[in-house]
T-cell receptor, first 111, second 115 residues
């Protein structure tokens, strides 16, 4: 069974601080996605990384896929209150058709 | 496009009752999935479908049934509700296998409470 472990589960920081969220597994994934979810809504895709070692930037968010395609990280620079939400990583299994989600990281950015 | 729609948004059931959660998408996606979300456990796959007439089990299928008679609709049936099925349920759709096709579009969710 493929599992994804996210850390930390909770993160409370002040506006302007930097943070990193980690997503780790002992399994190899064909691709990995990061979603953001706000209260009362469904998750929304932020990015998909496909190639080992790949780095993608989305404004103040930087996503990295590990060289062995077993882990990923999300780094936020100068966090803002609007970044508050639940961040989920999800790995695509190699058999096709299914995503495996991590437990999520609840981020709170205080003004 | 409305994207992925789910009804109802909230539901309270008594133990033993049955009900159907509705899900529809207007993006002509082949893949559709049902997830449940519980605190600290992320999203867990219940059932999924790779096309009309084809369904398969996910990680937590017990107590749930699905069918896929059209590309657009993918209802989830709770056969005999139990308190352990209290959760938030999300329907999602995607183009198909392989990136970027794995990118899931989620509905707004149904919050279900079983008493």
């Amino acid at each position: 069974t493929q599992l994804l472990e996210q850390s930390p589960q909770f993160l409370s920081i002040q506006e302007g601080e930097n943070l990193t969220v980690y997503c780790n597994s002992s399994s190899v994934f064909s691709s990995l996605q990061w979603y953001r979810q706000e209260p009362g809504e469904g998750p929304v895709l932020l990015v998909t990384v496909v190639t080992g070692g790949e780095v993608k930037k989305l404004k103040r968010l930087t996503f990295q896929f590990g060289d062995a395609r077993k882990d990923s990280s999300l780094h936020i620079t100068a966090a803002q209150p609007g970044d508050t939400g639940l961040y989920l990583c999800a790995g695509a299994d190699n058999q096709g058709g299914k995503l495996i989600f991590g437990q999520g990281t609840e981020l709170s950015v205080k003004p | 496009n409305a994207g992925v729609t789910q009804t109802p948004k909230f539901q309270v059931l008594k133990t033993g009752q049955s009900m159907t959660l509705q899900c529809a998408q207007d993006m002509n996606h082949e893949y559709m999935s049902w997830y449940r979300q519980d605190p600290g456990m992320g999203l867990r796959l219940i059932h999924y479908s790779v096309g009309a007439g084809i369904t398969d089990q996910g990680e937590v299928p017990n107590g749930y049934n699905v069918s896929r008679s059209t590309t657009e609709d993918f209802p989830l049936r709770l056969l005999s509700a139990a308190p352990s099925q209290t959760s938030v349920y999300f329907c999602a759709s995607s183009y198909g296998p392989g990136p970027p096709a794995y990118e899931q579009y989620f509905g707004p969710g149904t919050r279900l409470t079983v008493t």
